[in-house]
T-cell receptor
Framework: GAGVSQSPSNKVTEKGKDVELRCDPISGHTALYWYRQRLGQGLEFLIYFQGNSAPDKSGLPSDRFSAERTGESVSTLTIQRTQQEDSAVYLC?????????????FGPGTRLTVL | GNSVTQMEGPVTLSEEAFLTINCTYTATGYPSLFWYVQYPGEGLQLLLKATKADDKGSNKGFEATYRKETTSFHLEKGSVQVSDSAVYFCALTTDSWGKLQFGAGTQVVVTP
């Protein structure tokens, strides 16, 4: 079946502009996670959705970052007034249920470059 | 807080050599432990996992044992192939809803 998809695959933007990153999880997966990977570093957790609600937003680095999920499906991560330090690969993952033993399936990521 | 430390790469070895990638962790609570792999040009995928002490996760010839006493989850493979060239990430979660915390990743390069 189809895996997790993300769009765009690459995004180049100018400092100060807003960007939207999209994630389509595997159909039927109730849990959705956003992570980011800055160059040479491991993945950092950003936000977690269970259904359409976000019980854990603890990883969002500033109030410029927000995310929503609709229809227990698609999620959008929005970064306002982008800064150069926002440059990273943004990864989305989904799992059937939100349980610490469940496998998370990752998308290919969106590479964001802020000039 | 929680953290994952894994050996720095790149690790370069010849085909059929033995591979070990060290991973140690600190965690509040009782973590589940994972190894993820990212092959060139592909997305991150789960390689193996272990959810309680002394469990051994295994897949594709790779193994890792959850060692609570040494807070370690080292990844091993007895005979690597060129196709094992990838970046390997050790990760844990103590969160009931599965928030993962990752190590920095170890690049492995296998030469013919």
């Amino acid at each position: 079946g189809a895996g997790v998809s993300q769009s765009p695959s690459n995004k180049v933007t100018e400092k100060g502009k807003d960007v939207e990153l999209r994630c389509d999880p595997i159909s039927g997966h109730t849990a959705l996670y956003w992570y980011r990977q800055r160059l040479g570093q491991g993945l950092e957790f950003l936000i977690y959705f269970q259904g359409n609600s976000a019980p854990d937003k603890s990883g969002l680095p500033s109030d410029r970052f927000s995310a929503e999920r609709t229809g227990e499906s698609v999620s959008t991560l929005t970064i306002q007034r982008t800064q150069q330090e926002d440059s990273a690969v943004y990864l989305c993952a989904s799992s059937l249920v939100s349980r610490n033993t469940d496998t998370q399936y990752f998308g290919p990521g969106t590479r964001l470059t802020v000039l | 807080g929680n953290s994952v430390t894994q050996m720095e790469g790149p690790v370069t070895l010849s085909e059929e050599a033995f591979l070990t990638i060290n991973c140690t962790y600190t965690a509040t609570g009782y973590p589940s432990l994972f190894w993820y792999v990212q092959y060139p040009g592909e997305g991150l995928q789960l390689l193996l996992k272990a959810t309680k002490a002394d469990d051994k996760g295994s897949n594709k010839g790779f193994e890792a044992t959850y060692r609570k006493e040494t807070t370690s989850f080292h990844l091993e493979k007895g005979s690597v192939q060129v196709s094992d060239s990838a970046v390997y990430f050790c990760a844990l979660t103590t969160d009931s809803w599965g928030k993962l915390q990752f190590g920095a990743g170890t690049q492995v390069v296998v030469t013919p």
